[in-house]
């Protein structure tokens, strides 16, 4: 597979060509907010009770239906394992049915969850991602440090953690390289839905209109690619719908480009602003798969998912009525001190266990090996080919930000 990247000789201050269209943007983040630490206040509600019903009293425009808060790691879980008392149904019926399209597997409850995951999970097994990493995540790693690696100096959010994802997605799915742009213009539409809903419907009927051509083509004549692993796929005789595939293509595009993004930034930021701990990963390689988990803990990409009560029941020792929004805080049960030492801690040196990251239960990730694998070759690629790597420091205040999502805006480093 052709993993090269169109670059001009002329670069810009930023990394960017100057003068050049194509060049990479990020995610709009006004959605993300601009909250520096949300875990005291995240702690102290996990503290004061696990499980919180918000107060609606004051607010005018509420509707009657309850909604409730979960900090806790163990009552989350709870609620994750269970997904006949608590279903994820409504997030097609409320959220992202017009959007992502009627058989998008976040809002998919079982036996139909069951079905459509087995289905498309096959184009994820353990074989297939060892061959993309080969062919696909090592190149695009190596091609993109090398645009700047003679450099001195990069922003490694515009130049790498975004881009990374964005091209790795795109060779994945088999998408020709001119057509990148289009690609990165719909993913960032797409997961901008709360700013601007009418833009997301928009750029999700252009990716359907777009991806029916190469589904028909990829029928026709298939590649080593997802798309067309998608279309061969069969379970007792069953086959994915051209719809069920349109739906799940429009949430691969978008999320696994975002929560690598974010991830990785985090990541990096983490360990930047710890010379000590990004030192111990120079000197013993062997932390690095300690350092992607202890990363993803510490700062969590997406902060909260919902499910809804199907049936009055009770968590935690609080009712919760039948149709209840319930909303799982995960950066707070990733922070749980409960199961956690020292849990605002960042420390790739702590011995691993689950988190939520990823969620848990019959819904948790199903890109997760992937994201693992980027995430871990980035960071060796970054040790292997910049030396010295640490942040600028002249910047202006690099931080991590954000109460829904949360990444760096901008990672300045110096390296060399």
């Known amino acids: 597979m052709d993993t090269h990247v169109e670059t001009t000789a002329d670069q810009a201050p930023n990394g960017r060509a100057a003068g050049d269209d194509s060049a990479f943007e990020v995610f709009d983040d006004d959605v993300a907010g601009d909250v520096r630490d949300p875990y005291p206040e995240l702690a102290a509600a996990r503290r004061a009770h696990p499980v919180q019903r918000l107060d609606t009293s004051n607010m005018p425009h509420a509707d009657d239906a309850a909604v409730f808060f979960v900090y806790g790691y163990d009552d989350i879980l709870e609620v994750l394992r ?175 480009i975002e929560t690598t993004y974010r991830s990785t930034g985090n990541m990096l930021y983490s360990l930047l602003s710890r010379p000590d701990q990004l030192q111990a990963l120079r000197e013993n390689r062997a932390l690095v798969p300690r350092a992607v988990e202890e990363s993803i803990r510490y700062e969590t990409p997406l902060l909260n998912i919902t499910r809804m009560a199907t049936t009055s029941t009770v968590l935690h020792d609080v009712p919760i009525p039948q149709g209840s929004t319930v909303m799982l805080m995960l950066a707070a049960a990733n922070r749980d001190e409960s199961r956690w030492h020292d849990p605002d801690d960042f420390d790739i040196f702590r011995a691993p266990r689950p988190h939520m990251s990823f969620g848990q239960g019959s819904h948790n990730c199903l890109g997760i090996h992937l994201a693992r694998t980027e995430m871990r070759l980035a960071l060796e690629k970054l040790l292997d080919k910049l030396p010295n790597l640490r942040l600028d420091p002249e910047a202006d205040d690099p931080h991590i930000r954000g109460q829904v999502f949360r990444s760096p805006t901008a990672l300045p480093v110096l390296f060399g």
């Open 82 to 256: 269970d997904g006949r008392t608590y279903s994820s149904a409504h997030i097609i019926d409320m959220l992202m049915g017009d959007i992502m399209g009627k058989h998008i597997i976040l809002g998919m409850d079982d036996p139909e969850h069951r079905r459509y995951r087995a289905l498309v999970s096959t184009a994820f097994r353990q074989k297939a991602l060892a061959n993309w990493e080969e062919r696909l995540i090592e190149p695009v790693a190596d091609e993109l440090i090398d645009r700047f690696a003679d450099r001195g100096r990069a922003d490694l959010v515009t130049e790498f953690t975004f881009p990374f994802p964005t091209l790795v997605t795109a060779g994945m799915l088999g998408l020709p390289r001119e057509d990148l742009r289009r690609f990165q213009r719909w993913s960032i539409a797409i997961l901008g839905f709360h700013t601007n809903r009418e833009r997301a419907i928009v750029a999700s009927q252009e990716v359907k209109e777009y991806l029916a051509e190469i589904l028909a083509e990829r029928r026709r004549e298939p590649r080593e690619d997802l798309i067309s692993d998608l279309s061969r796929a069969e379970l007792d005789g069953e086959k994915l719908s051209d719809e069920e595939i349109f739906s799940f293509l429009r949430l691969l595009l978008p999320a696994g």
